[in-house]
């Protein structure tokens, strides 16, 4: 697609549950990124693929965070037992993984709120 | 550890300049970004520095002093959709990688 297409926008859940979210990246990105963002501030990084791997996900804050991207190009973001603590908006970005060209394209976003 | 401080909040008029200051302290330094983000929207990318001095682009400039760990976004001929948070983001590997965000500055502009 033209940009990165995030889903989806809004979840409101129970404490306790299972969610997912999606992330469908600009094509031809080699680079996938999940940030979190809380209001009031910046976005709070989480992890990055490249390709199918995870090359860094020292920003998971637990065990109940777990990310997949098994065919390098789509991206579930899974959340077990969710807490209120998680509710933010997450941020999926892309980028084409080259060293100078390395800004990063962001979707809107998917708003959780855990009740 | 990552450490990126910016101005929580600052207010400009329509047609002036304004400077955002940003300072970090970072283990591992490959280049400086500035990404403006309105309000309930995705941030997008505005400009990048890796080498020291200035990169003009437009009515937005910045610039980057890696030995003071220092860089500033310079808005010119400031409009009022320029309202939003500006968040200055330190990459930190070689490659596309982990980036380190400030909590932003929220620019305010007034007629």
């Known amino acids: 697609g033209a940009g990165v297409s995030q889903t989806p926008s809004n979840k409101v859940t129970e404490k306790g549950k299972y969610v997912e979210l999606r992330c469908d990246p600009i094509?031809?990105?080699?680079?996938l990124y999940w940030y979190r963002q809380s209001l009031g501030q910046g976005p709070e990084f989480l992890i990055y693929?490249?390709?199918?791997?995870?090359?860094?996900d020292s920003g998971l804050p637990n065990d109940r965070f777990f990310a997949v991207r098994p065919e390098g190009s789509v991206s579930t973001l899974k959340i077990q037992r969710t807490e209120r603590g998680d509710s933010a908006v997450y941020l999926c970005?892309?980028?084409?993984?080259?060293?100078?060209?390395?800004?990063?394209?962001f979707g809107e976003g998917s708003r959780l709120t855990v009740l | 550890g990552q450490n990126i401080d910016q101005p929580t909040e600052m207010t400009a008029t329509e047609g002036a300049i304004v400077q955002i200051n940003c300072t970090y302290q970072?283990?591992?330094?490959?280049?400086l970004f500035w990404y403006q983000q309105h309000a309930g929207e995705a941030p997008t990318f505005l400009s990048y520095n890796v080498l020291d001095g200035l990169e003009e682009k437009g009515r937005f400039s910045s610039f980057l002093s890696r030995s003071k760990g220092y860089s500033y976004l310079l808005l010119k001929e400031l409009q009022m959709k320029d309202s939003a948070s500006y968040l200055c983001?330190?990459?930190?590997?070689?490659?596309?990688?982990?980036?380190?965000f400030g909590d932003g500055t929220t620019l305010t502009v007034k007629p």
């Open positions: 983001a330190v990459r930190h590997t070689f490659n596309a990688g982990k980036s380190t």
């Open positions: 094509s031809g990105h080699t680079a």
């Open positions: 693929f490249q390709g199918t791997g995870a090359a860094d």
């Open positions: 970072t283990s591992g330094f490959n280049g």
């Open positions: 970005a892309s980028s084409s993984g080259l060293v100078l060209a390395g800004e990063l394209f």
